[in-house]
């Protein structure tokens, strides 16, 4: 596959915002050269501000509001994926999916294990790296939302799912 597949691929789908199609493409092609961890670096962040855009388009909450403090700030992947509102967008199984690898504690927790340099060389060997690049195109590109219509996901007209599937992991 070249580079423009990888983006042709990203820019079809309705989970990836406009302004993240090139970070989430570079993250795809990583992982199917076999670079996991690049690939889990790349696309954690692209992951997490995804879903944020999603939920706050059906009208949810993504702030954490700190009263004493007067102040706002965006709740991480990690508690993202505990909100019930999960729910509204993806099915039963990605919501579980998510809430694994991403989730607090006793979870992996994966976005914070590289958000704050908790991941070194032998890490990026892990299943974990692998998983978090199958489910972004899992996200990506067979659209596994509870209601796609939600998000209006589509792919290039009438683009058969099961043969972008072979093309991506063939």
């Known amino acids: 596959l070249e580079d423009d ?20 493409a570079r993250g795809l092609k990583a992982g199917y050269e076999g670079d996991f ?10 992951i ?27 709740v991480g992947l990690s508690n993202l994926v505990e909100r019930d509102e999960m729910s509204l967008l993806f099915d039963e199984g990605l919501c579980f ?12 927790n994966l976005r914070n ?24 195109l899992r996200l990506v590109v067979l659209g596994c939302l509870k209601h796609p219509e939600k998000l209006g996901v589509k792919f290039a007209k009438k683009v058969n799912t ?3 599937e072979a093309t991506v992991l063939s």
């Open 5 to 24: 597949d990888y983006y042709s691929m990203v820019s079809q789908s309705k989970f990836v915002p406009e302004n993240r199609r090139f970070m989430f």
């Open 37 to 46: 961890q690049t690939a889990a670096s790349l696309l954690l962040p692209q």
């Open 48 to 74: 997490e501000n995804a879903v944020r855009i999603h939920l706050k388009g059906h009208g949810c909450d993504t702030f954490h509001h700190d009263v004493s403090k007067e102040m706002d700030s965006e």
């Open 97 to 108: 999916e998510m809430r694994v690898l991403y989730g607090p504690p006793p979870n992996y």
């Open 113 to 136: 294990q590289y958000a704050h340099g908790l991941v070194d060389d032998c890490f990026g060997c892990a299943m974990t790296d692998f998983l978090v690049w199958y489910n972004a």
């Open 162 to 164: 099961r043969r972008c």
